[in-house]
């Protein structure tokens, strides 16, 4: 699992970002100036960001650095193109163009992990009225109708383990940098598909625009004797390089003090929240 799915790579976009924000030059040299938060974001991938700081990841970021009595600077780079988010966290924040990713799983090994400031899981979307009755990947109705999924997700890996892959169609909004996850909703709305299988932040704040759908939570399941439980729920950080423990314990305590408003913007963009398991340890270095 990352973030919602495996994104694509990266090339450098360049732009003078709004409302005080500046847009850090893809160039920028390894900075230690404790009085600028450098981020590396998306500048097209809402609801998560775009250069209009329009996204819950740019509200997230403005409050942490001004908590932090920082100025904010942007390093704009795709996820989505060649390489995946492997080769966007290595030619961004492992090249020093940026501190901090807001997008980071928790626990991942490729950088260091903030502790987690949401946790949230997939979803299955469908149209009100249909009376599908879809509480699990396991439901009968999931024989019965068409299933829409990310490809490269936790979902694809269920619906191959359960022999759905016959009925099932893959999308690709995390390989195209020009794709919408809103195009997922509008394809349950159009019934270009029964069912949708996607990651809640992703779709949430378009839900909103399509009042005729319904989302359910996917729980956690075991799907055959001896194999190990699919996990539908995610918790997710900000990430460093490793080896920066001293900027990670400074977002961490933001992230401690301002549990509240991370809450309160995080729900602006209808992203429900799930506890984090009580003793999860975050730490991956």
Same mark, same amino acid.
């Given at each position: 699992?990352?973030?919602?799915?495996?994104? $694509?790579?990266?090339?450098?976009?360049?732009? $003078?970002?709004?409302?005080?924000?500046?847009?850090?030059?893809?160039?920028?040299?390894?900075?230690?100036?404790?009085?600028?938060?450098?981020?590396?974001?998306?500048?097209?991938?809402?609801?998560?960001?775009?250069?209009?700081? #329009?996204?819950?990841?740019?509200?997230?970021?403005?409050?942490? %650095?001004?908590?932090?009595? !920082?100025? +904010?600077?942007?390093?704009?780079?795709?996820?989505?193109?060649?390489?995946?988010?492997?080769?966007? +966290?290595?030619?961004?924040?492992? /090249?020093?163009?940026?501190?901090?990713?807001?997008?980071?799983?928790?626990?991942?090994?490729?950088?260091?992990?903030?502790?987690?400031?949401?946790? *949230?899981?997939?979803?299955?979307?469908?149209?009100?009225?249909?009376?599908?009755?879809?509480?699990?990947? !396991? *439901?009968?109705?999931?024989? $019965?109708?068409?299933?829409?999924?990310? %490809?490269?997700?936790?979902?694809?890996? %269920?619906?191959?383990?359960?022999?759905?892959?016959?009925?099932?169609?893959?999308?690709?909004?995390? *390989?195209?940098?020009?794709?919408?996850?809103? #195009?997922? +909703? #509008?394809?349950? #709305?159009?019934?270009?598909? @029964?069912?949708?299988?996607?990651?809640?932040? $992703?779709?949430? %704040?378009?839900?909103?625009?399509?009042?005729?759908?319904?989302?359910?939570?996917?729980? *956690?399941?075991?799907?055959?004797?001896?194999?190990?439980?699919?996990?539908?729920?995610?918790?997710?950080?900000?990430?460093?390089?490793?080896?920066?423990?001293?900027? !990670?314990?400074?977002?961490?305590?933001?992230? /401690?003090?301002?549990?509240?408003?991370? @809450?309160?913007?995080?729900?602006?963009?209808?992203?429900?929240?799930?506890?984090?398991? !009580?003793?999860?340890?975050?730490?991956?270095?």
């Amino acid at each position: 699992m990352t973030r919602w799915i495996m994104f $694509a790579g990266c090339a450098a976009f360049f732009a $003078a970002a709004p409302n005080g924000v500046a847009a850090a030059s893809t160039t920028a040299q390894p900075s230690n100036n404790s009085h600028v938060l450098r981020v590396c974001a998306d500048p097209n991938y809402l609801p998560y960001s775009n250069r209009a700081g #329009q996204g819950f990841e740019n509200k997230i970021a403005e409050l942490i %650095a001004k908590a932090m009595g !920082r100025k +904010l600077e942007y390093t704009w780079a795709s996820y989505r193109m060649h390489g995946g988010f492997s080769n966007f +966290l290595a030619l961004n924040l492992d /090249a020093h163009k940026c501190d901090v990713v807001m997008n980071l799983p928790t626990g991942d090994n490729e950088e260091m992990a903030t502790k987690p400031y949401y946790r *949230s899981s997939y979803v299955f979307v469908t149209r009100k009225g249909k009376h599908l009755h879809i509480r699990s990947m !396991r *439901s009968v109705s999931m024989h $019965a109708i068409k299933i829409g999924f990310e %490809a490269g997700t936790t979902p694809e890996t %269920a619906i191959k383990m359960l022999g759905l892959m016959e009925n099932a169609v893959a999308f690709h909004v995390a *390989s195209n940098p020009n794709a919408s996850p809103r #195009q997922l +909703l #509008q394809a349950v #709305q159009d019934g270009k598909v @029964g069912v949708m299988v996607t990651w809640e932040p $992703a779709i949430g %704040a378009f839900m909103k625009d399509f009042p005729g759908l319904q989302m359910r939570r996917v729980p *956690s399941e075991e799907y055959a004797p001896g194999l190990p439980q699919v996990n539908y729920t995610y918790s997710m950080s900000m990430g460093v390089r490793k080896g920066d423990k001293a900027l !990670r314990a400074a977002l961490d305590k933001v992230i /401690a003090t301002h549990k509240s408003e991370i @809450g309160a913007t995080l729900a602006k963009f209808n992203v429900r929240l799930l506890p984090n398991p !009580r003793h999860f340890n975050y730490s991956n270095n």
